[in-house]
């Protein structure tokens, strides 16, 4: 079968570890005769890029590719339902959509045979396709470099979105200093948290707790 018949999806995700907004699932689908040019244009993980960088490779993919498709999973979804199975039915939702002859997805798990299975019982029963599923995908395969570009662009325009209602919100991750000030500071002032948090973080237990003590109140009595 010739190269430009045949077509390959890139899965990644941006976002699963970030107390506030959502996370981000991304398909690209390209044809395979297009694969070099992911090569030559420094296609790789996104976390080794610069945020500029990645808005300038953006265009780049979409121009290359066939199709793009994005999963969006928000914080009360996550709170909800199991992180794990979200992940997998998005996953399973884009290959479903995009029928691609072989597909590579970064494992978000340390077992990835496990997950290449738990995401084979997710799609369509008739469909026939190579499914590679491993650890470091993102650095080791161009196209699921691709996903990870779009992934981490949007989920990051999706957030810079967020801080015009709710003011700096940093990068949403718990090591972030800026996410912690927004945090601390929005349920000083409310009482609560707002929906675009991840309630049932471990980050979000602990800022309540910090209050508790704080008003001379012991956990333990409550």
């Known amino acids: 079968m010739e190269e430009d018949s045949l077509f390959i999806l ?33 296609i790789k993980d996104s976390k080794l890029l610069s945020p500029s960088r990645r808005q300038t490779l953006k265009g780049e993919i979409e121009s290359l590719a066939e199709g793009v498709e994005m999963v969006i999973i928000s914080p009360s979804e996550i709170d909800n339902c199991n992180m794990g199975d979200l992940e997998l039915k998005g996953m399973a939702k884009i290959i479903n959509r995009f029928l691609p002859d ?29 499914l590679v599923v491993e650890n470091r995908a993102d650095k080791n395969y161009p196209i699921v470099g691709a996903a990870s570009i779009l992934a981490k662009v949007e989920r990051d325009r999706r957030v810079r979105l967020l801080e015009k209602k709710y003011g700096t919100l940093g990068s949403g991750y718990p090591s972030d200093p800026r996410t912690i000030g927004f945090l601390r500071n929005y349920f000083r002032l409310y009482g609560d948290f707002p929906t675009v948090v991840r309630r049932r973080w471990r980050t979000i237990q602990k800022l309540k707790e910090e209050k508790l003590v704080r008003k001379g109140g012991n956990r333990d009595d409550y």
Not at 29 to 38: D, I, T, V
Request: one cysteine or more; charged letters at 25%; a positive charge.
């Open 10 to 42: 890139g899965i990644d995700e941006a976002g699963r570890g970030p107390v506030v907004g959502p996370l981000v699932i991304c398909g690209v689908l390209l044809s395979k005769s297009k694969l070099g040019e992911l090569f030559r244009r420094g």
């Open 102 to 130: 072989q597909v590579f997805v970064d494992a978000p798990t340390s077992r990835p045979l496990s997950y290449e299975r738990k995401i084979r019982s997710l799609l369509f029963s008739k469909l026939r396709v190579e």
